[in-house]
C-alpha cells in the first residue's frame, strides 16, 4: 500500500499566494523529502528533513515534520506561475532497507 | 541538466520487439534505481543497485531486466511488453542508499503498441 499520501490532490491559486501541500504517511520513518516534477519531466529534489527535525526552510519554501501524526507540510510562499508543477512527498521508512516510497503527489496551478 | 541523462526521451515499440533503456551519470554516487510512473499512480520503485549489486526487486515482471555494468551506468532490457507497460520510466541517483536525496533523470517515455 502507499506509504505516502498528499492532500489535497490538486490546488489552483492566483500568483502571490501561498500554497501549502500535507503529506501523511503510515509507518515510522528515518526521513521525509519533497520533490516537484514539471509536466513530462523527473522529479527534482527539494528538500529533506530528518525524523528529528521539526522545521526546515529552504529560500520559499518551508517543510515541516510532526512525526507523532506521522504528517508532513510543505509551504511555498509568495508563489510564482513558474511554481505549477506537482509535488511529491516521498519517505524513508526505517524498516524498507531505507527505500524511498513516493505519494500519488499534488498538482499545483498557479495562476498569473 | 541534472548530471543523470537517460535515453532514449521516446521509444514507441510492438510488443514482440526488444529494446533497452539506458542512464547515466557521472555525480559519483553509488546507488541507482528504475522507477515506474504511470498515469494516476503514484510512483514505483522497480529496481535498485548499491555499489554495482542489485538489492531490490519490487516484484518485477521478468519482461524488464535490469543491468548495471558499473556504478555510472544502468540500462533497463525490455522484451515482450505489454499495453499496460506504456508509462515513463525514471532513473535516479544518490550517493547511498539511506538519507539522501535522489537526482532523477528527465526519464523516457515508452508507449507500447
Known amino acids: 500500500s502507499q506509504q505516502g499520501e498528499e492532500d489535497p490532490q490538486a490546488l489552483s491559486i492566483q500568483e502571490g499566494e501561498n500554497a501549502t501541500m500535507n503529506c501523511s504517511y503510515k509507518t515510522s520513518i528515518n526521513n521525509l523529502q519533497w520533490y516537484r516534477q514539471n509536466s513530462g519531466r523527473g522529479l527534482v529534489h527539494l528538500i529533506l528533513?530528518?525524523?528529528?527535525?521539526r522545521e526546515k526552510h529552504s529560500g520559499r519554501l518551508r517543510v515541516t515534520l510532526d512525526t507523532s501524526k506521522k504528517s508532513s507540510s510543505l509551504l511555498i510562499t509568495a508563489s510564482r506561475a513558474a511554481d505549477t508543477a506537482s509535488y511529491f512527498c516521498?519517505?524513508?521508512?526505517?524498516?524498507?532497507?531505507?527505500?524511498?516510497?513516493f505519494g500519488g503527489g499534488t498538482r499545483l496551478m498557479v495562476k498569473p | 541538466e541534472t548530471g543523470v541523462t537517460q535515453t532514449p526521451r521516446h521509444l514507441v515499440m510492438g510488443m514482440t520487439n526488444k529494446k533497452s533503456l539506458k542512464c547515466e551519470q557521472h555525480l559519483g554516487h553509488n546507488a541507482m534505481y528504475w522507477y515506474k510512473q504511470s498515469a494516476k499512480k503514484p510512483l514505483e520503485l522497480m529496481f535498485v543497485?548499491?555499489?554495482?549489486?542489485?538489492?531490490e526487486n519490487n516484484s518485477v515482471p521478468s519482461r524488464f531486466s535490469p543491468e548495471c555494468p558499473n556504478s555510472s551506468h544502468l540500462f533497463l532490457h525490455l522484451h515482450t511488453l505489454q499495453p499496460e507497460d506504456s508509462a515513463l520510466y525514471l532513473c535516479a541517483s544518490s550517493q547511498g542508499v539511506g538519507a539522501y536525496g535522489y537526482t532523477f533523470g528527465s526519464g523516457t517515455r515508452l508507449t507500447v503498441v
Open positions: 543497485y548499491n555499489f554495482k549489486e542489485q538489492t
Open positions: 516521498a519517505t524513508d521508512p526505517n524498516n524498507a532497507g531505507n527505500m524511498l516510497t
Open positions: 528533513i530528518r525524523s528529528n527535525e
